[in-house]
């Protein structure tokens, strides 16, 4: 499942919920007939419930929906919180240079110099723009570097080779 953003409140009194979307092109999800909900965003695949998507548009920097099966803002509040996903086979093929978090989380990273800085562990959504969580080690041994996902810093992403090359140093 690739995690596409969570639900943060209920939105009126009809059912509808408000979404913080993880990307950039939330609108697009409209193109989908089906949501799959959970509340954690690390769940396997058969945890997660599929929904039927019955309106979407777009508010203020997200977005609100309405999902058939949640009927009104109590049914709504049950799910605050929760997760929407989709399996990956269901999303839209991302455009050239653009990529789902979920495609990133797990890739290799290293510097220009060729140093191991770690793996992607997570990506956080910052508003002016997205930042890699690269983890290199395990425990309070490990460390964590936090770099901006733009192209001044990100010189590279290969999936197929599962690397993504930094303008970044070790020492930063």
């Excluded at 049950?78 to 990133?104: M, N």
Aim: proline share 5%; aromatic share 10%; net charge negative.
């Amino acid at each position: 499942m690739i995690v596409l953003g969570r639900i943060v409140a209920p939105f009126g009194v009809q059912g509808w919920i408000k979404i913080h979307p993880f990307g950039d092109d939330p609108a697009s999800w409209r193109n989908m007939s089906h949501w799959w909900l959970c509340s954690d965003d690390d769940a396997p695949a058969e945890a997660w419930k599929q929904y039927t998507l019955s309106a979407c548009r777009p508010h203020g920097k997200g977005l609100v929906a309405a999902l058939a099966e949640i009927s009104d803002r109590g049914a709504a509040e049950a799910i605050d919180g929760f997760y929407i996903a989709a399996p990956r086979e269901a999303l839209p093929k991302p455009a050239e240079g653009e990529y789902y978090w979920g495609d990133l989380v797990g890739l290799a990273v290293e510097n220009e110099a060729g140093e191991a800085m770690g793996t992607v562990a997570g990506l956080i959504s910052t508003g002016a723009h997205d930042v890699l969580q690269v983890r290199e080690g395990e425990g309070e041994e490990g460390v964590e570097r936090l770099i901006p996902f733009v192209a001044a810093y990100v010189l590279d992403v290969d999936l197929a080779t599962r690397r993504i090359r930094v303008a970044w140093q070790k020492d930063w």
